[in-house]
């Protein structure tokens, strides 16, 4: 089944450790996602690729980055993480519409998360 | 700008209740609406949506409607089950910003048996 696969599911790294964050999907989507979602709150975006092209929202610390080497993987590198970086990191895919607006966005479809303990 | 009001939660039913979530929203033009569903500990699943006024979504006993005139999309079941316990999410894509999900706080629900 086509899908959005996240690698670890679970991690644990250190205060001040740099944690890189794994996003895979088969679904050939153009489009690709990360959020941070804290305690069954809403996610919130913290950037996206539209193929190649980077977008980050204007709220999101330095400290976040993101690599997206092909259509296929994404990555998402907290440089130095503290102790407020704790969370569920979500990444999603979605495909714009045919026609129209390149930056219209269709339907997105998200991965299972990966939860981030800092100790 | 554009924003999406649910219900607040948590809300608890017996299983076999009807269920409503309400959601309510605010945007210009002819958004997309979802709602998403997060079972504990796995990420947003999409569990329906409707494109245009008036469009029902519908999925697993799960139903919405998109009503323009009061800019509303509330999810309903008419039978609930302990499996449904989870947080439900609902939201539009923003034609103003970009296609971006804009989320409702979350609704939790919790089914008894």
């Known amino acids: 089944d086509a899908m959005v696969i996240q690698n670890p599911r679970y991690q644990v790294t250190q205060f001040g450790k740099p944690v890189t964050l794994s996003c895979s999907q088969t679904l050939n989507h153009n489009v690709m996602y990360w959020y941070q979602q804290k305690s069954s709150q809403a996610p919130k975006l913290l950037f996206h690729y539209y193929d190649k092209d980077f977008n980050n929202e204007a709220d999101t610390p330095d400290n976040f980055q993101s690599r997206r080497p092909n259509t296929s993987f994404c990555f998402l590198d907290i440089r130095s993480p503290g102790l407020g970086d704790a969370a569920m990191y979500l990444c999603?895919?979605?495909?714009?519409?045919?026609?129209?607006?390149?930056?219209?966005?269709?339907?997105?479809?998200f991965g299972p998360g990966t939860r981030l303990t800092v100790l | 700008g554009d924003s999406v009001t649910q219900m607040e939660g948590p809300v608890t039913l017996s299983e076999e209740a009807f269920l409503t979530i309400n959601c309510t929203y605010t945007a210009t033009g002819y958004p997309s609406l979802f709602w998403y569903v997060q079972y504990p500990g796995e990420g947003l699943q999409l569990l329906l949506k409707a494109t245009k006024a008036d469009d029902k979504g519908s999925n697993k006993g799960f139903e919405a409607t998109y009503r323009k005139e009061t800019t509303s999309f509330h999810l309903e079941k008419g039978s609930v089950q302990v499996s449904d316990s989870a947080v439900y999410f609902c939201?539009?894509?923003?034609?103003?910003?970009?296609?971006?999900?804009?989320f409702g706080q979350g609704t939790e629900l919790s089914v008894k048996p």
């Open positions: 999603a895919t979605s495909r714009p519409p045919g026609t129209g607006s390149p930056r219209l966005t269709d339907t997105q479809y």
């Open positions: 939201a539009l894509s923003s034609y103003n910003q970009g296609g971006k999900l804009i």
